[in-house]
């Protein structure tokens, strides 16, 4: 084959599916979560670096066009001034800690990277039953995702310019509250960039450096902001990435949206287990 699918959410097949496409000189796009941990992440892409292949990853939601619209207007236009802070959660339902961390998180921490750029170290504390979780309370995630730990995640991480990113999943009583997204606060006023239970994003946004709302100020939507209708489809949510993917191989340049932004996802994700295992900060 010239093109290939790595269709399944089975994350410890991926490699496995990955390396086979390789060597068969495969270009490709997979579903994310990338890989189980590091190793397999390195050993994907020393793969398709050695046989010059272009692979994109399934991040669908950066190349949603409200999502794009957020970031003109955030990191363009200034609509809230200076950018200081990113607050994301996952959906916190029955995977709520660390299966949300890996499930729901990597779209997250990819967002957060393509808003902010790389993030240069992560501070992070996870806990099981509400005690701290150690190395005795791992578990496998209840999707083939690997090992996992904890029931409540709470990370943050430094970003250039002195921006810093959190990320939260914690179990609690009400599943699914609608938390899901990325939430940006600055100097003027703050952007909420939420994803619905469809799974398409809406935004609203806050002209009030308080970032309370409650001086007469009410949400509203962003200026100039496209139909938040984003069809909850298959064909529509990834064909820019597919489009972008074949012109990549046309003009042998690395995808907009790649397998190597997944790594770089997925170490977000390993930074939070590394740096709470540490007692500390990690780079």
């Known amino acids: 084959p010239d093109l290939v699918t790595i269709a399944p959410r089975i994350t410890i097949h991926h490699r496995d599916y990955l390396m086979a496409a390789a060597e068969c000189g495969a270009h490709g796009f997979m579903e994310k979560p990338m890989a189980v941990?590091?190793?397999?992440?390195?050993?994907?892409?020393?793969?398709?670096?050695?046989?010059?292949?272009?692979?994109?990853?399934?991040?669908?939601?950066?190349?949603?066009?409200?999502?794009?619209?957020?970031?003109?207007?955030?990191?363009?236009?200034?609509?809230?001034?200076?950018?200081?802070?990113m607050r994301g959660r996952g959906k916190e339902d029955h995977r709520a800690g660390a299966e949300d961390l890996v499930v729901l998180g990597t779209h997250t921490f990819d967002m957060m990277r393509y808003f902010a750029g790389d993030p240069e170290w992560c501070m992070a504390h996870i806990s099981m039953d509400g005690k701290p979780a150690t190395r005795s309370d791992i578990r496998q995630a209840t999707e083939a995702l690997g090992p996992i730990l904890g029931d409540a995640v709470q990370a943050s991480y430094g970003f250039p310019g002195g921006v810093t990113g959190y990320f939260s999943s914690v179990k609690n009583p009400v599943r699914n509250s609608g938390r899901w997204g990325l939430d940006f606060f600055?100097?003027?006023?703050?952007?909420?960039?939420?994803?619905?239970?469809?799974?398409?994003?809406?935004?609203?946004?806050?002209?009030?450096?308080?970032?309370?709302?409650?001086?007469?100020?009410?949400?509203?939507?962003?200026?100039?902001?496209?139909?938040?209708?984003?069809?909850?489809?298959?064909?529509?949510?990834?064909?820019?990435?597919?489009?972008?993917?074949?012109?990549?191989?046309?003009?042998?340049?690395?995808?907009?949206?790649?397998?190597?932004?997944?790594?770089?996802?997925?170490?977000?994700?390993?930074?939070?287990?590394?740096?709470?295992?540490?007692?500390?900060?990690i780079p």
């Open 37 to 85: 941990d590091m190793i397999e992440a390195d050993e994907m892409i020393a793969a398709i670096d050695a046989r010059n292949l272009r692979w994109s990853i399934a991040f669908n939601f950066r190349t949603a066009p409200l999502v794009r619209h957020v970031r003109r207007m955030i990191i363009e236009e200034g609509i809230i001034g200076t950018l200081i802070e």
């Open 186 to 281: 600055g100097s003027k006023g703050a952007v909420l960039l939420r994803m619905e239970s469809n799974g398409v994003p809406n935004a609203l946004w806050l002209d009030d450096p308080s970032w309370s709302g409650l001086r007469d100020v009410a949400w509203k939507p962003l200026p100039d902001a496209p139909d938040t209708a984003y069809p909850n489809s298959s064909p529509v949510r990834y064909r820019p990435i597919i489009g972008d993917l074949l012109d990549a191989i046309r003009e042998e340049r690395r995808p907009e949206v790649s397998l190597q932004d997944g790594a770089a996802s997925l170490e977000m994700i390993m930074a939070v287990y590394a740096a709470h295992l540490a007692g500390g900060r």
